[in-house]
Nanobody, 120 residues
Framework: QVQLVESGGGSVQTGGSLRLSCKASEYFVSSGSMAWFRQGPGKEREGVAAIDSDGSTNYADSVKGRFTISEDNAKNTVYLQMNNLKPEDTAVYYC??????????????WGQGTQVTVSS
């Protein structure tokens, strides 16, 4: 049974940084697309960043230049480094596996989510 376990969320002030981790079980992160989505209060779930099996990456315009997605195949873990955080980045962040990059409805597996709160 595929499991994705996120960690690394928390509360930071504007301009701070966090690194989210997504550890996969029963699924190789290198075998397909991995992605991070987020859902803020009263908002729809949106794609944040994705990395495909060939290493290509995609980012939402709102996070380009601030967030970096990467994966460590030896640890079977995907990361989201978030720098220069803003209050509008406040959301529950979800890791997802095996889908079309940045298209939430196509992903087969989801983590439980981790809360990120950015205060001004």
């Amino acid at each position: 049974q595929v499991q994705l376990v996120e960690s690394g969320g928390g509360s930071v002030q504007t301009g701070g940084s966090l690194r989210l981790s997504c550890k996969a079980s029963e699924y190789f992160v290198s075998s397909g697309s991995m992605a991070w989505f987020r859902q803020g209060p009263g908002k729809e779930r949106e794609g944040v960043a994705a990395i495909d099996s060939d290493g290509s990456t995609n980012y939402a315009d709102s996070v380009k230049g601030r967030f970096t997605i990467s994966e460590d195949n030896a640890k079977n873990t995907v990361y989201l480094q978030m720098n220069n955080l803003k209050p509008e980045d406040t959301a529950v962040y979800y890791c997802a596996a095996d889908g079309i990059p940045m298209v939430a409805g196509t992903f087969d597996y989801w983590g439980q989510g981790t809360q990120v709160t950015v205060s001004s």
